[in-house]
């Protein structure tokens, strides 16, 4: 019903930067929050930063200063700047949606993409 595909990951120096794209499309009646997450080799899936309908945003510490999730509403996309880099950021990183369909316009559902790898290394 619903699929979110993010793209733009890759391989970069540190102090370099990425750009994620995440587009959701199907039978979406509304969508809520979007985010990005990561998960590390060995580490659990931790929230990167959230932006509400609203534009309202928030971020993980240790990306804070360094990070900037946007959205195009129209779109429906979601987006994570990513500048100065650090090896620590290395991970997989999923974007999701809170996002009602045509099928259920009253609750909304958490989507994932699929993941995509970002590392970060000389």
């Known amino acids: 019903q619903v699929q979110l595909v993010e793209s733009g990951g890759g391989l970069v120096q540190p102090g370099g930067s990425l750009r994620l794209s995440c587009a959701a499309s199907?039978?979406?009646?509304?969508?809520?929050?979007m985010g990005w997450h990561r998960q590390a080799p060995g580490k659990q899936r931790e929230l990167v930063a959230m932006?509400?309908?609203?534009?309202?945003?928030n971020y993980v510490r240790s990306v804070k200063g360094r990070f900037t999730i946007s959205r195009d509403y129209a779109k429906n996309m979601v987006y994570l700047q990513m500048n100065s880099l650090k090896p620590e950021d290395t991970a997989v990183y999923y974007c999701s949606g809170d996002i009602s369909t045509y099928s259920s316009t009253g609750s909304s559902v958490r989507y994932w993409g699929q993941g995509t790898q970002v590392s970060v290394s000389s």
């Open positions: 932006i509400t309908s609203g534009g309202n945003t």
């Open positions: 199907g039978s979406i009646f509304r969508i809520y929050a």
